[in-house]
Antibody, heavy 118, light 106 residues
Framework: QVQLVQSGTEVKKPGASVKVSCKSS????????IGWVRQAPGQGLEWMGW????????NYAQSFQGRVTMTIDTTTSTADMELRSLTSDDTAVYYC???????????WGHGTLVTVSS | DIQMTQSPSTLSASVGDRVTISCRAS??????LAWYQQKPGKAPNLLIY???SLESGVPSRFSGSGSGTEFTLTISSLQPDDFATYYC????????FGQGTKLEIK
């Protein structure tokens, strides 16, 4: 079955960077994009961006431009998301998800908790 | 940027009720809308895509409708497992989520 498995919980200090990994299985990796969505504690879902495994093209949400980098490794079917210059406002669960057809997300990874604290 | 506004933010209902959640886009998104269900501590789960297409494996009591700027998610007869938070998402231009609707037990 289609599965996205994410890397584990991270604790970072303000100003640091974090990289979250997402390994896909059960489908042809190069045929679907990977999107990243985050959810702060008790809050809603926030789209961060997505990447095409076909050509590596990315689109980032305006609020993350210049601070986020999404990469892909088709040899290992893994997508990474790096977020830099962390503040406490970046404390959230970060999800990766397969991007289907026009742009909806299915399935989702289990999420990675990133805590930013001094 | 396209803004998505859901209403209500919280909805109290009973098992067996018919409930409707609304989602409004700040500009026309044609039929480029998805609905998700999220339970506490879990990742969102796709229910509906292309505004009205039911995802495989999702119970038929869930349905979606609308186009342009106005969309609706309907649950025809609430089951205990349906109490959760629901989000709409547009994918007409990049992606934006609504703020969520929490469906609570009355």
């Amino acid at each position: 079955q289609v599965q996205l498995v994410q890397s584990g919980t991270e604790v970072k200090k303000p100003g640091a960077s974090v990289k979250v990994s997402c390994k896909s299985s059960g489908y042809t990796f190069s045929s679907y994009g990977i999107g990243w969505v985050r959810q702060a504690p008790g809050q809603g879902l926030e789209w961060m961006g997505w990447i095409s495994p076909y050509n590596g093209n990315t689109n980032y949400a305006q609020s993350f431009q210049g601070r986020v980098t999404m990469t892909i490794d088709t040899t290992t079917s893994t997508a990474d998301m790096e977020l830099r210059s962390l503040t406490s406002d970046d404390t959230a669960v970060y999800y990766c998800a397969r991007v289907r057809a026009g742009g909806w997300f299915d399935p989702w990874g289990h999420g990675t908790l990133v805590t930013v604290s001094s | 940027d396209i803004q998505m506004t859901q209403s209500p933010s919280t909805l109290s209902a009973s098992v067996g009720d018919r409930v409707t959640i609304s989602c409004r886009a700040s500009q026309s998104i044609s039929g480029s809308l998805a609905w998700y269900q999220q339970k506490p501590g879990k990742a969102p789960n796709l229910l509906i895509y292309k505004a009205s297409s039911l995802e495989s494996g999702v119970p038929s009591r869930f349905s979606g409708s609308g186009s342009g700027t106005e969309f609706t998610l309907t649950i025809s007869s609430l089951q205990p497992d349906d109490f959760a938070t629901y989000y709409c998402q547009q994918y007409y231009t990049y992606a934006t989520f609504g703020q969520g609707t929490k469906l609570e037990i009355k």
